[in-house]
């Protein structure tokens, strides 16, 4: 069965970068873009960006233009979300989610803890 | 402020309908793309509930529905129970922000 498992939790000082990875099975991890989305506490969902596996472009929202990077390994099956610069107003949940067609999302991972503090 | 407006919170008591609105513009709803809604119980991952304004996976139940006319978009759910209190969120994609959005989220209380 499909399974997105991401890394855990993290707690980051304001200023430091933090990566969070998110390792696909049981499916074929090349076939499919992932997406990234995040929710801060008590607060909605917001989409961070992606990369088209068709073509290899990424698209960020413009929030996180230049803060973001998403880079993927397929032979691990893994894609990893970096954000730098890092701010208290990033303490987050991280998800990914696979991308299915029209940009919805059935299969997320858990979600990481990204606590910004100093 | 997002994207795709939503009432903050609905309301309804066991086995009552309720409809959560999602209101967009023509770079997003009002464009070919399609608009799916998400629940989010609690302390949970979101569940997509209905994908491609009306299209059920498998496994959620035919209380839940959803119908996109123009600029706007709605999710309905019939003969409520407790178990759907819950966050709902619509989402879709922008053509001008070339990028997914989010509506602000709905709190759906039971009574």
């Known amino acids: 069965q499909v399974q997105l498992v991401q890394s855990g939790a993290e707690v980051k000082k304001p200023g430091a970068s933090v990566k969070v990875s998110c390792k696909a099975s049981g499916y074929t991890f090349s076939a499919y873009s992932m997406h990234w989305v995040r929710q801060a506490p008590g607060q909605r969902l917001e989409w961070m960006g992606w990369t088209d596996v068709g073509n290899g472009n990424t698209k960020f929202s413009q929030k996180f233009q230049g803060r973001v990077a998403i880079t993927r390994d397929t032979s691990a099956n893994t894609e990893y979300m970096e954000l730098i610069s890092l701010r208290s107003e990033d303490t987050a949940v991280y998800y990914c989610?696979?991308?299915?067609?029209?940009?919805?999302?059935?299969?997320w991972g858990q979600g990481t803890l990204v606590t910004v503090s100093s | 402020q997002s994207v795709l407006t939503q009432p903050p919170s609905v309301s309804g008591a066991p086995g009552q309908r309720v409809t959560i609105s999602c209101t967009g513009s023509s770079s997003n709803i009002g464009t070919g793309y399609g608009v799916h809604w998400y629940q989010q119980l609690p302390g949970t991952v979101p569940k997509v509930l209905i994908y491609?304004?009306?299209n059920r996976p498998s496994g959620v139940p035919d209380r839940f529905s959803g119908a996109k006319s123009g600029t706007s978009a709605s999710l309905a759910i019939t003969a409520l129970q407790a178990e759907d209190e819950a966050d709902y969120y619509c989402?879709?994609?922008?053509?001008?922000?070339?990028?997914?959005?989010f509506g602000g989220g709905t709190k759906l209380t039971v009574l």
């Open positions: 989402q879709s994609y922008d053509i001008n922000l070339s990028g997914v959005v």
């Open positions: 989610a696979r991308r299915e067609s029209s940009s919805w999302y059935y299969y």
């Open positions: 491609g304004n009306n």
